[in-house]
């Protein structure tokens, strides 16, 4: 079992970067597909990003494309997710999330989920 914990959110304005962070334990991080989601009230958690276990390969939503970009360091055991030329439509809490297969992390149905860090960018 994981435990994920989630930091680096924000107040920024439009076209800020802003760098957030994902620290597991419990397990290596390699062990996982590993993502970030996010949600907005009154919506369904929405799929941003996520890496395969290998770490070799990405996916992305087209919303983020080219903005967003996901990483992580198996030596601190952190995910990351650098997110650039924000929107204010970028605004919600960000959650990362875990899994075994990333199948399920495209389809937002992760087995362990962090507990989420509010972004919100001003226009």
């Known amino acids: 079992q994981v435990q994920l914990v989630e930091s680096g959110g924000g107040l920024v304005q439009a076209g800020d970067s802003l760098r957030l962070s994902c620290a597991a334990s419990?397990?290596?991080?390699?062990?996982?597909?590993m993502g970030w989601f996010r949600q907005t009230p009154g919506k369904e958690r929405e799929f941003v990003a996520a890496?395969?276990?290998?770490?070799?390969?990405?996916y992305y939503a087209d919303s983020v494309k080219g903005r967003f970009t996901i990483s992580r360091d198996v030596a601190t055991n952190t995910l990351y997710l650098q997110m650039n030329s924000l929107k204010p439509e970028d605004t919600a809490v960000y959650y990362c999330?875990?899994?075994?297969?990333?199948?399920?992390?495209?389809?937002?149905?992760?087995?362990?989920w962090g507990q989420g860090t509010q972004v919100t960018v001003s226009s």
């Open positions: 419990g397990r290596a991080l390699s062990t996982y597909a």
């Open positions: 999330a875990a899994n075994l297969d990333v199948a399920a992390l495209l389809r937002v149905v992760p087995d362990y």
């Open positions: 890496v395969r276990r290998s770490g070799s390969i990405t």
